[in-house]
C-alpha cells in the first residue's frame, strides 16, 4: 500500500502564510511527478501547482508569485509555500503524486486533504 499524509493547513489572515507538506510512504518503488490541488466549496477540484523529478514546476495562473511547490526526493515529500494568501485561496488542499508500487504499474495517488482557510 501507498499513503500521502499532508499536513500544515489551518487558519490565516489575508496576507499571511502557510506552508504545507506530504509525504509518501508505503512500498514505493520510485516516485514521478507530484503536486498540489485544491477544492473549493461548490467548486471543481482545481490544479495548484505540479513538480516533476527534476524540479521543473507549473503553477496555476492564480498562484503564480505568491506560491511555491518544492520537494526533498530523498523523504518522498511535497512542499507548498504560500504567501501573501487571498480569501479565494480558503479550500480542501490535496497532495497527489505519480507511484510506481513495487511489482505494480504506475498509480496517481492522493493525499486525504488538509483544510486551509483564509480570513479578510
Known amino acids: 500500500q501507498v499513503q500521502l499524509v499532508e499536513s500544515g493547513g489551518g487558519l490565516v489572515q489575508a496576507g499571511g502564510s502557510l506552508g504545507l507538506s506530504c509525504a509518501a510512504s508505503g512500498s514505493i518503488a520510485s516516485i514521478d511527478a507530484m503536486g498540489w490541488y485544491r477544492q473549493a466549496p461548490e467548486k471543481q477540484r482545481e490544479l495548484v501547482a505540479t513538480?516533476?523529478?527534476?524540479?521543473?514546476?507549473n503553477y496555476a495562473d492564480s498562484v503564480k508569485g505568491r506560491f511555491t511547490i518544492s520537494r526533498d526526493n530523498a523523504k518522498n515529500t511535497v512542499y507548498l509555500q504560500m504567501n501573501s494568501l487571498k480569501p479565494e485561496d480558503t479550500a480542501v488542499y490535496y497532495c497527489n503524486a505519480r507511484i510506481k508500487r513495487r511489482f505494480y504499474s504506475w498509480n496517481d495517488y492522493w493525499g486525504q486533504g488538509t483544510q486551509v482557510a483564509v480570513s479578510s
Open positions: 513538480i516533476t523529478t527534476g524540479s521543473s514546476t
